[in-house]
């Protein structure tokens, strides 16, 4: 029986916008869809620290998610050299200290900026190209910690839920586009941000993400995944 490549979307010319590219789970899913075949428009505040190098395939774009304009620069700089784009991650996040009875206000407002807002108006400058796609693509890294509160940053999971909100939001708007949107929440990860009490052999490797995230825009228009909460260890859902 001859399936084509198993029912997913062909890579080959699609152009995707990584978030936080440099490092961490960005680092690992840049390099997961490189591999994959796809076009990359690859943003971080410093893009030199980008592996992939730039050229013909790989755009480097200099973004910064704490700066209102940076993401309709991206999105235009994108178009621009490739014509197209096909799909978004929104991976670039921030934890911070923020609670009901210590932390400082100005923490809270950079988590909703860089975690939250930024993610906004990434899907706005990208929109117009997503919608000419048909089969646009936009994967918001979240946190089991949008999806429940169990430990650590109250204002970070606030910043989180607000970040399923948009995904939810954008899932619905778009669906009559062909854009699919997907929100990838993982519990602690071995990155730079993996939160105490784990270990890089108890945490999800952030290759593994890159997996999901593959996955995911690789799904056909009528095989899309709303949300994939991802365990390291057990809980119950989510
Ligand atoms: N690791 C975990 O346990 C875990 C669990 C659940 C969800 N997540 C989420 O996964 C995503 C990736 O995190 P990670 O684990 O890869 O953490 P990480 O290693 O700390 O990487 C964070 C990434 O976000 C970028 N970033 C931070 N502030 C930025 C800004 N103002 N503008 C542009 N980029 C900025 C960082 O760039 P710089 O190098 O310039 O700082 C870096 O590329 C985040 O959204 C995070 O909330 C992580």
Redesign the pocket.
Known sequence: MNVPNQGRLDPAGRVIMV????????AAIAARLRQDGYHLSL????PD?IAIAAGDDCHHQA????DAASPQAWGDATAAKFGRIDGLIN?????AAFGFEDGDEADLDRMLE??LK?PYRLIRAALPNLKAAGSGRIVT?????GMRFKRGSPGYAMS?FAAMGLSSAARAQFWDDGIRVTAVA????N?????QGFTAET?TQ?ETIADIVATVIAMPNNASVASVPINAVYEPLP
Request: no cysteine; charged share 15%.
């Open positions: 978030s936080g590219a440099n490092r961490g789970i960005g943003g971080a505040r410093t620290d973004f910064d998610a704490l991976n670039a996040g921030i934890a860089v975690n930024a890294v979240t946190s089991l910690a989180k993982p519990g602690p990860v990155t730079d941000m993996m939160p945490a952030p």
